[in-house]
C-alpha cells in the first residue's frame, strides 16, 4: 500500500509549520536576549543616576553628587558675599579715618598758619 497523496501534503504543512515555530522561537529568543541586555543597560544608568542600594540612605549616585556639588557652592557663594562685605565695609572704614585723620590735620596747619 501506498501513502495517499494527502498524507505527503499534510507532512509538507507540518514541517512548514515547525520551521515557522523554530523561526519563532529564535525569535523571541533573541528578543529576550536583547531585552536582558537593555534591562542590564538600564540598572546601569540607574546605578549611574541614583546610586546603589548601599547609597540610598547618603543620596548616592551622579544625582546625589550634582546635589552636594549644588550645596557647596552655594556655601561658596555666601560665603563669598560676606567676604565682599566685609572687606567693602572695612575700606569704607578706613577711607573715613584717613578722610578725619586728613580734615584734622589740614584743620591743625590752618590753626598753626593763622598764628
Avoid: C
Avoid at 572687606?87 to 598753626?112: C, H, N, Q
Amino acid at each position: 500500500m501506498s501513502r495517499p497523496a494527502y498524507y505527503t501534503e499534510i507532512d509538507e504543512r507540518l514541517i512548514k509549520i515547525e520551521e515557522r515555530q523554530t523561526e519563532s522561537r529564535d525569535t523571541v529568543d533573541n528578543m529576550l536576549v536583547n531585552q536582558a541586555s537593555q534591562i542590564k543597560r538600564m540598572d546601569e544608568i540607574h546605578f549611574l543616576l541614583a546610586g546603589t542600594e548601599y547609597e540610598k540612605e547618603n543620596n548616592g549616585g551622579l544625582v546625589g553628587e550634582v546635589i552636594r556639588i549644588k550645596h557647596k557652592v552655594h556655601r561658596n557663594t555666601a560665603w563669598r558675599i560676606k567676604i565682599t562685605a566685609a572687606v567693602s565695609a572695612a575700606g569704607a572704614v578706613i577711607s573715613f579715618i584717613l578722610f578725619k585723620f586728613g580734615t584734622i590735620i589740614t584743620t591743625i596747619r590752618d590753626i598753626i598758619n593763622a598764628e
